[in-house]
């Protein structure tokens, strides 16, 4: 069965700083893979998905992850956060796109 | 263009009740799946559809039941209400094969 962990349950990050959000997974095969974002008491939003090809996956709102095979690991990467950015983020992986199995979830925290 | 819609948005039963969500897809979307997200947690599959055919079903009592409709619509249901089934419903649709949008939820709370 496939799984998804998601290392860090809280992260603080200054306003400006970079970001890096961890995800591991573990499935047989290369699974699609996801990250989405959710607000307090709101559904969530898709910010990047790899399907194949480049490993190097952009997104919204400046966001990129990148797919490490031999890692099984899908981290998400921002240079530089905004204050808009706190959030709860889920990475998710898949068979197929509508069966997702997601991770805990990163409560990421800005401040000034 | 609408996203995802569900209704309603908050919902109170007691242990026992039955309960019926909805959820209407984006236009054009012919899947449509159901996530229960438990506070503090990670959204757990429940069902997909996809023309109006069960496609998948995840680790849920038979007490949850679901349809889709002709109008690709669906309805998700929950017998016998138990404490442990409140958590937020979210359901997401997309045009199969692709990249699933959620809707913003129904809040459910079993009193």
């Known amino acids: 069965a496939q799984s998804v962990t998601q290392p860090d349950i809280h992260i603080t990050v200054s306003e400006g700083a970079s970001l890096e959000l961890r995800c591991n997974y573990s499935y047989g095969a290369t699974p699609y893979l996801f990250w989405y974002v959710q607000s307090p008491g709101q559904g969530l939003q898709l910010l990047l998905k790899?399907?194949?090809?480049?490993?190097l996956v952009q997104g919204i709102k400046g966001f990129e992850a990148e797919f490490k095979r031999s890692q099984s690991s899908f981290n998400l990467r921002k240079p530089s956060v905004h204050w808009s950015d706190a959030a709860e983020y889920f990475c998710?992986?898949?068979?197929?796109?509508?069966?997702?199995?997601f991770g805990t979830g990163t409560r990421l925290t800005i401040i000034p | 263009d609408a996203g995802v819609t569900q209704s309603p948005t908050h919902l109170i039963k007691t242990r026992g009740q039955h309960v019926t969500l909805r959820c209407s897809p984006i236009?054009?979307?012919?899947?449509v799946s159901w996530y229960q997200q438990v506070l503090g947690q990670g959204p757990q599959f429940i069902f997909q559809?996809?023309?109006?055919?069960?496609?998948g079903r995840g680790n849920f009592p038979d007490r949850f039941s679901a349809r889709q409709f002709p109008n690709y619509s669906s309805e998700l249901n929950v017998n016998a209400l138990l404490l442990g089934d409140s958590a937020l419903y979210l359901c997401a649709s997309s045009l199969g094969g692709d990249t699933q949008y959620f809707g913003p939820g129904t809040r459910l709370t079993v009193l």
């Open positions: 790899y399907f194949s090809g480049d490993t």
């Open positions: 998710a992986v898949g068979v197929v796109s509508e069966k997702l199995t």
């Open positions: 236009s054009g979307h012919k899947s």
């Open positions: 559809y996809y023309e109006k055919e069960e496609r």
